[in-house]
């Protein structure tokens, strides 16, 4: 019987039959690797804030642009439906532009 001893001792030692070392295990690995998750879920929800922000930022002033444009498009057809059908100064025919044509004067 120790002979069986010692063969399964020197075949432990050899590396060889299915008796593997014992493997190591780093409790600090679970606690290190949380933290680094939630460093890195803080990073990637800083950078998802952040553009959040500036896609709201550029789409509030993308809308504020385009208010200013219909404003100055209104107050453009505004201006453009009162324009008289006459020159005041020569009386020619305006065909709805902005200065006439043989006098060159501004019609509003």
Known sequence: M???KNAQALIRLAGMG?????RRRFHSTAAGSSIIGRI???AVATAVSSAIDNYAESAA???AEEAERAEIRR???????NLPS??????A???GKMYCEYCESKMA
Not at 18 to 22: C, K, L, N, R
Not at 75 to 81: C, D, G, H, R, V
Not at 86 to 91: A, E
């Open 93 to 95: 025919p305006t065909f």
């Open 75 to 81: 107050e453009y057809n505004k201006k453009m439906s």
């Open 61 to 63: 002033k993308a809308n």
């Open 86 to 91: 006459n020159c005041p100064n020569c009386g």
């Open 2 to 4: 120790n002979e069986y």
């Open 18 to 22: 299915g008796i593997h070392p014992a």
């Open 40 to 42: 890195i879920g803080t």
